[in-house]
């Protein structure tokens, strides 16, 4: 395949339960390899030292702005990628690295994080904690359509993405009480229960029909947003969930 | 495309009298799980089971014909069966998985299985979404109200509720029958509802509900490749029977009206939000 793509994981502050995920696709890790996608930089799985140019860096982890290498290596993803996606919560959201206040071992001054679109322009947001592999799956096949597929192609990754790409320029803050002031205050929450599902910390329970959060539980991954098809819906992508489930289900055969 | 794709669309009921028996209409619901249970289609589904309190719903995961019968028939309030589309595929270990829901449900299923941004390894666990037709749903204190304050009648004594021919109606223990005008019940409807552009479950695999059809009969919108599949072995097995759409009444120009002005009403709505209170700022639309 001469035609691939260039992928990075770049790893900030994070547990490496993003890359993890992403490895949790198990031989459909191996088929991107093989079809879709190099991977020119991944400090845990890739012999690569400095950040090179790629077409597509994911971006684990919030970035420690008390390290001033952090700081130097988000500004250089963003240079060398020509799509950034923040894979999983803390790098759209800081998720749980928002309650850090330093003290810890062994560089207790390292008490400030952000998500890293507080620092870089972001293209895609993948939010979760840990983002699933087939979120992570998802989003490559169509970044992969997105800049290597025909017309139609693109035009399908492009309105599959485009809910991402909004989420990345809504803001870097996510928290359970999203679903309550983005859904529920708005009139638009009809208790359905997928916040309560999606959620990694069982921190939603439904009570008579809708979600009660238990907010010192939420570690802010935005999941449950995410989730909820009240926060973001395209008739045009989901309509043909069918085809598109059939078509991601092909490009994974080895 | 107010009734959504469908590759047929036919009138049926069950063919086993104990289903009917507490069926809403034609117990599709509860025959297609109970059919897919037997053949090993499903491990389970997620259902609105019966909870502490009389019509109030409780999602639960029914893997014997027991509880499929238990949950029978209708209780209109919320039943958020998503709540439960992770957890079955964990502690109750279920690989194919059944699920029946309103038609925000089946997007939010549909939805689940495209972006499974916090559902790992769910999307490939489902083996048949049944949609139920839907104009809205109210809060439980809403059912409350309208049949203990507006129907003067306990909850506690109520043996079927349903909604049809324009009322809400109201069936008690001893045989009494209560009916309320659909206007006095609008103002109960949850507001999440009001956006809701799907009156047929456009997305499930099979969709039914009892507008078209007569008493004790179900219209039953066949959808999906997976669909097609399931239901054509359970007619085959003998699971129903069915009567062309054509040569019953009301037919299938009332589910066309009745989804139209769902749609056409909620539409509006929706559009409204964005003018709403004339004060320059727009409510939020779900719809991206």
């Known amino acids: 395949m001469a035609d691939k793509i260039t992928v990075g994981h770049v790893h900030m502050s994070g547990c490496t339960g993003c890359l993890v995920s992403f490895a949790d696709t198990y031989e459909g890790l191996l088929t991107i390899l093989d079809k879709y996608a190099d991977l020119v930089y991944c400090l845990t799985l890739a012999d690569v030292r400095h950040i090179p140019e790629m077409d597509v860096a994911l971006v684990e982890g919030s970035v420690c702005i008390n390290d001033h290498l952090s700081v130097e290596e988000i500004i250089e993803t963003r240079k060398n990628a020509k799509i950034v996606v923040a894979l999983g919560g803390c790098a759209c959201y800081g998720n749980i690295t928002r309650f850090c206040r330093g003290g810890q071992m062994n560089q207790p001054q390292h008490e400030g994080f952000l998500p890293i679109g507080d620092l870089i322009d972001v293209d895609v947001y993948i939010p979760g904690c840990a983002p699933t592999p087939q979120q992570i799956r998802n989003v490559c096949v169509m970044a992969y359509l997105l800049l290597k597929g025909n017309d139609e192609q693109k035009a399908l990754a492009g309105a599959y993405l485009t809910p991402f790409m909004n989420l990345a320029k809504a803001g870097t803050e996510a928290c359970g009480c999203d679903i309550m002031t983005q859904v529920i205050n708005q009139g638009l929450c009809m208790g359905c229960g997928s916040c309560a599902a999606a959620c990694p910390v069982r921190a939603i329970s439904m009570e008579y029909g809708k979600p009660q959060i238990e907010r010192d539980l939420c570690i802010k991954c935005g999941a449950c947003y995410a989730q909820c098809p009240r926060s973001f819906f395209s008739f045009d992508v989901v309509n043909q969930y069918e085809g598109i489930m059939d078509a991601i289900d092909a490009a994974m055969q080895p | ?288």
Request: net charge neutral; proline share 5%; charged share 25%.
């Open chain 2, 1 to 288: 495309m107010v009734l959504g794709n469908y590759k047929q669309v036919i009138a049926a009921r069950s063919t086993d009298p104990e289903i009917l028996r507490k069926a809403q209409d034609g117990g599709i619901v509860t025959q297609l799980f109970a059919y897919a249970l037997d053949e090993g289609i499903i491990d389970g589904a997620i259902v609105a089971g019966p909870s502490d309190e009389p019509f109030k719903p409780e999602p639960m995961v029914a893997t014997t014909r027991e509880e499929l019968l238990a949950s029978r028939g209708t209780r209109y309030s919320i039943s958020p069966n998503m709540a439960l589309i992770k957890e079955v595929t964990r502690s109750y270990g279920l690989d194919k998985v059944g699920l029946v829901g309103t038609p925000c449900q089946m997007q939010a299923l549909r939805k689940g299985q495209l972006y499974p941004v916090g559902l790992r390894d769910v999307a490939d666990k489902i083996a048949l979404a049944v949609g139920i037709f839907c104009m809205e749903n109210f809060p439980y204190q809403g059912i409350i109200q309208l049949v203990e304050d507006h129907g003067a009648t306990k909850l506690d004594n109520v043996s079927k509720l349903d909604i049809g021919k324009g009322k809400f109606w109201i069936y008690t223990e001893r045989g009494a029958t209560v009916d309320l005008p659909l206007k006095v019940t609008h103002k109960y409807e949850q507001p999440g509802c009001h956006v809701c552009l799907d009156y047929v479950a456009n997305l499930a695999d099979i969709s039914t509900g009892s507008v078209g059809t007569p008493d004790g009969w179900s219209s039953v919108f066949v959808r999906s490749a997976k669909g097609d599949d399931i239901w054509a072995k359970a007619i085959a097995a003998g699971a129903f029977e069915t009567k062309p759409m054509d040569s019953v009444k009301p037919g299938i120009d009332l589910v066309t009206k009745l989804a139209t002005d769902k749609i056409t009403k909620n539409q509006k709505y929706l559009e409204s939000r964005a003018t709403e209170y004339g004060v320059g700022k727009a409510l939020r639309n779900p719809y991206i």
